[in-house]
């Protein structure tokens, strides 16, 4: 069982349904903050930003509340501890950033990454509640795919000859889809009726679409990688999901072939070209500045989210590293990719702890993510903290135990 640190700030401890209270709506909470993280550049409130960093703020207030007058929290596991130390050694390249302003901007951002991941360990600490975190993220995403195929029937596209929904790269987007397939076949197998069964089977139909119409080729590998879940899961279905899914599947294979613009085909197209003898839309070249850019400082890099401002004197202004591995490399040097790679390790270390549908499922996704971070700066985005916060949280021993003894999620 989960180890829980005690104090006392209070003379007297709150009665327990108004602990139960509280976790409940910090819980409550996190789930609308996963739900706005797969459109959260979609809609931005004036003075404020996204709705996701205000839900975010409310999550964290309502958490820390309920936790402080609990007067209990939970003892950190290694890759939280790991993931913690590689956000600490972030702030100390500070000292020697090649740009001071970006890195405390990128130190902000990564504390908050932190304490996303801090959230979901504390108040979703079953398996359920876990569950109850994918639901709101595939959710999440029929909204940005709504969008998607909403900016392609207005010809609104924001990128020549790819549709996205607003505020989005389609690179970005697309990847941000196709994490979600993996897990909308997962849920077919847990919501199997009602409502909710139904949102599953029909998810994959609408989104795997929309990812298309990006035109993104990084995103589309991504796409393939995420379907590898369908033989997976197929025997777990009942017979009805079965069917839907095999029908749902040829014609899947016609309405894309009819639907998507040739554009987007034709680019989509252009893969192997790019992989043998391309240039990855001149990915090739930012990595080799990255490359040289490590290699002036292998060690301790040139500071958290300074690439961007490093690189100019290479490629000129406003070139990110379009690879997350890279990225952590050349801004925190040897040390801190050590750092992220031993939580990263640890992490995946615990898969075989799991059941076996959610180890088949957490190898999909990280298979997803692994192919999407190769060509995306996503070292610092909410989505590749939200599945390193799940999979940490995940990674328990007595998972499908009650851990919180206060606890009626």
Not at 172 to 188: H, N, R, W
Request: glycine letters at 8%.
């Amino acid at each position: 069982m989960t180890q829980t640190v005690q104090y006392s700030l209070f003379a007297s401890r709150p009665k327990e349904a108004t602990l139960v209270g509280l976790r409940a709506f910090a819980h409550i909470l996190l789930l609308l903050l996963v739900f706005t993280i797969p459109w959260e550049d979609q809609f931005v409130l004036s003075g404020v930003g996204t709705l996701c960093r205000a839900v975010g703020a409310s999550a964290f207030a309502v958490g820390m509340f309920a936790v402080v007058i609990d007067g209990q929290i939970r003892i950190p596991r290694p890759s939280h501890v790991a993931l913690a130390a590689f956000v600490i050694w972030g702030a100390f390249t500070a000292f020697w950033t090649v740009d001071i302003d970006v890195t405390v901007a990128s130190l902000k951002t990564y504390s908050q990454l932190l304490v996303l991941t801090w959230l979901i360990y504390e108040f979703a600490p079953t398996a359920e509640t876990q569950r109850n975190l994918l639901r709101a993220y595939v959710l999440g995403t029929w909204v940005s795919a709504a969008g998607t195929v909403y900016s392609y029937y207005s010809a609104s596209e924001t990128y020549w000859e790819r549709s996205v929904a607003a505020g989005f790269d389609p690179n970005d987007l697309c990847v941000i889809l196709a994490i979600s397939v993996p897990m909308s076949f997962y849920l077919m197998t847990v919501d199997t009726a009602g409502l909710r069964g139904w949102l599953w089977r029909l998810h994959p139909v609408v989104v795997i679409p929309a990812g298309l119409l990006t035109a993104s080729r990084g995103g589309f590998i991504a796409i393939c990688g995420a379907l590898l879940i369908i033989p997976l899961v197929a025997r777990r279905l009942p017979r009805v999901s079965k069917v839907i899914l095999g029908s749902s599947v040829v014609l899947a294979i016609f309405g894309l072939v009819g639907s998507i613009p040739a554009a987007r085909w034709e680019r989509i197209a252009t893969i192997p070209q790019e992989l043998t003898s391309g240039t990855l839309g001149d990915r090739r070249l930012i990595w080799a500045a990255g490359l040289q850019l490590f290699r002036e400082s292998p060690g301790v890099g040139i500071g958290l989210g300074a690439f961007s401002s490093a690189v100019d004197k290479y490629l000129g202004s406003g070139v990110v590293a379009h690879n997350a591995y890279l990225t952590v490399l050349v801004e925190t040097g040897l040390l801190g990719a050590v750092l992220l790679g031993v939580a990263l390790v640890l992490m995946v270390a615990q898969l075989r702890r799991l059941d076996y549908p959610e180890r088949r499922l957490w190898w999909i996704i990280l298979l997803t993510w692994s192919v999407g971070a190769m060509s995306l700066s996503w070292a610092h985005r909410k989505p590749t903290w939200l599945l390193f916060a799940l999979l940490a949280a995940s990674c328990r021993p007595l998972l499908r135990r009650a851990l919180w003894r206060n606890s009626a999620l």
